[in-house]
């Protein structure tokens, strides 16, 4: 396969006050009214520039990074998702549900397919769209690349339209893997709490992704 790595398209992070998607603009302004104390606005990406790791979710949650201003951080996808990215390696420090707990990420970034919080978690497909040149950005930004996770099959399909390949030829199975030149794309179920109650997911499972993960990019010190 050739290098299909994507070349930049728009900056990578959003303006806070993003106003790309009308529905999601308005839904925003109604939570400032009614939390003026949260974050409130497109949700910028977290970690390390020179990362190697990718993780690429949906949206923010409405109690989670739409409240703190960090992805998965106030709500349980984050509890499932930082402690396992502590556990192999690619976090340290502790999570603490907020922004200024003093986790930090090894080698790792954090974004999400969609920047700004979508009524009931759920964004439509021209905000899918308007969102992707910012994925797009910041996948072409980060030089070391070579691993992706795409919590869910959203975030999985901007994946492999940012690198433009075919979804037909890349279909979203939990654990699969997925040759997109130079990065290898890995997909899981999405970490959320109804997934997990629901036994979709479990921890055992969301591990076995990233000890996948981890054998791509030889880390050595990933548990067994």
Same mark, same amino acid.
């Given at each position: 396969? /050739? *290098?299909?790595?994507? %070349?930049?398209?728009? !900056?990578?992070? +959003?303006?806070?006050?993003?106003?790309?998607?009308?529905?999601?603009?308005a839904?925003?302004?109604?939570?400032?009214?009614?939390?003026p104390?949260?974050f409130?606005g497109?949700?910028?990406?977290?970690?390390?520039?020179?990362?190697?790791?990718?993780?690429v979710?949906?949206?923010p949650?409405l109690?989670?990074a739409?409240r703190?201003g960090?992805p998965?951080t106030?709500?349980?996808?984050?509890?499932l998702?930082?402690?396992?990215?502590?556990?192999?390696?690619?976090?340290?420090?502790s999570?603490?549900a907020?922004?200024?707990?003093?986790?930090?990420l /090894? *080698?790792?970034?954090? %974004?999400?397919a969609? !920047?700004?919080? +979508?009524?009931?978690?759920?964004?439509?497909?021209?905000?899918?769209?308007?969102?992707?040149?910012f994925?797009i950005?910041?996948i072409?930004s980060?030089?070391?690349?070579?691993?992706?996770?795409?919590?869910?099959?959203?975030a999985?399909?901007s994946v492999?339209?940012s690198?433009?390949?075919?979804l037909?030829?890349?279909?979203f199975?939990h654990?699969?893997?997925h040759?997109?030149?130079p990065?290898?794309l890995?997909?899981?179920?999405?970490?959320s709490?109804?997934n997990?109650?629901?036994?979709r997911l479990t921890?055992?499972?969301?591990?076995d992704?990233?000890?996948?993960?981890?054998q791509?990019?030889?880390?050595?010190?990933?548990?067994?």
């Amino acid at each position: 396969m /050739k *290098n299909s790595k994507p %070349t930049p398209s728009a !900056r990578a992070e +959003p303006e806070t006050d993003c106003q790309l998607c009308p529905r999601l603009v308005a839904f925003r302004r109604e939570n400032q009214h009614e939390h003026p104390d949260w974050f409130n606005g497109a949700v910028p990406s977290f970690g390390q520039d020179d990362a190697q790791l990718l993780i690429v979710g949906l949206a923010p949650g409405l109690r989670g990074a739409n409240r703190t201003g960090r992805p998965f951080t106030g709500d349980y996808a984050g509890d499932l998702l930082y402690s396992t990215l502590i556990e192999f390696g690619y976090a340290s420090g502790s999570y603490q549900a907020a922004s200024n707990d003093g986790l930090e990420l /090894k *080698n790792c970034m954090i %974004t999400n397919a969609v !920047r700004c919080l +979508p009524p009931q978690n759920k964004p439509i497909g021209v905000e899918i769209n308007n969102c992707s040149n910012f994925l797009i950005s910041r996948i072409a930004s980060l030089p070391n690349l070579r691993a992706v996770v795409a919590l869910g099959k959203i975030a999985h399909d901007s994946v492999v339209r940012s690198y433009r390949q075919k979804l037909t030829l890349h279909k979203f199975r939990h654990g699969a893997i997925h040759l997109l030149s130079p990065v290898t794309l890995h997909d899981s179920y999405h970490c959320s709490r109804y997934n997990t109650n629901t036994r979709r997911l479990t921890e055992d499972m969301f591990r076995d992704v990233f000890r996948g993960v981890s054998q791509a990019l030889g880390n050595d010190l990933a548990p067994r």
